[in-house]
T-cell receptor, first 115, second 112 residues
Framework: NAGVTQTPKFRVLKTGQSMTLLCAQD?????MYWYRQDPGMGLRLIHY???????AKGEVPDGYNVSRLKKQNFLLGLESAAPSQTSVYFC??????????????FGQGTRLTVV | DAKTTQPPSMDCAEGRAANLPCNHS???????VYWYRQIHSQGPQYIIH???NNETNEMASLIITEDRKSSTLILPHATLRDTAVYYC?????????????FGDGTTLTVKP
């Protein structure tokens, strides 16, 4: 059981380049999320999805786009990378269970550097 | 979601119990207390959660005060691998897990 898998694990981009980060989960979770974590700081939610074909903005959505074409995959895109987007990106997933509490399962992170 | 307050750092001797406090004085009746930890360079890991009763699992124990305004995460026999940032999160009953607010947490250093 792989859980939540992120690819790539590391990437260096030049300013203005584009890239897509892939998150895949094999737990049949409805909800998926993308976070960024800057040095010494907590996680900030970028975008999330409550099901296949749906996405929503989180706390810091500017400069990012997402897509959820398949239930198991959640893609995070940077159309024109900026140095301010240098960060570690985490993907997570969880069940949707409004009548009981659930926890989120996280991937191992993607370390992105924009030069 | 209610705001939480945690000390920025704590030390613990290997083999001893680590007691990590969290204040959540504005918690409301339907909000749970969750604990996650993040070991360096890894994704956060769920530890335990509770509503008002004390909880225990294979990783830790969670003690919630009777007024629910504070809680303590207990790692009964800390090891070097427990060195991590520990996040206390308060989340509404119907709020999905990924919209948890991760603050600055407590950096626990377990020393030999």
């Amino acid at each position: 059981n792989a859980g939540v898998t992120q690819t790539p694990k590391f990437r260096v981009l030049k300013t203005g380049q584009s890239m897509t980060l892939l998150c895949a989960q094999d737990m049949n979770h409805e909800y998926m999320y993308w976070y960024r974590q800057d040095p010494g700081m907590g996680l900030r939610l970028i975008h999330y999805s409550v099901g296949e074909g749906t996405t929503a903005k989180g706390e810091v959505p500017d400069g990012y786009n997402v897509s959820r074409l398949k239930k198991q995959n959640f893609l995070l895109g940077l159309e024109s990378a900026a140095p301010s987007q240098t960060s570690v990106y985490f993907c997570a997933s969880s069940y949707v269970a409004p009548l009981r509490d659930t926890e989120a399962f996280f991937g191992q992170g993607t370390r992105l550097t924009v030069v | 979601d209610a705001k939480t307050t945690q000390p920025p750092s704590m030390d613990c001797a290997e083999g001893r119990a680590a007691n990590l406090p969290c204040n959540h004085s504005t918690i409301s009746g339907n909000e749970y207390v969750y604990w996650y930890r993040q070991i360096h360079s890894q994704g956060p890991q769920y530890i335990i959660h509770g509503l008002k009763n004390n909880e225990t699992n294979e990783m830790a124990s969670l003690i919630i005060t009777e007024d629910r305004k504070s809680s303590t995460l207990i790692l009964p026999h800390a090891t070097l691998r427990d060195t991590a940032v520990y996040y206390c999160i308060v989340r509404g009953y119907n709020t999905n897990a990924g919209k948890s607010t991760f603050g600055d947490g407590t950096t626990l250093t377990v020393k030999p």
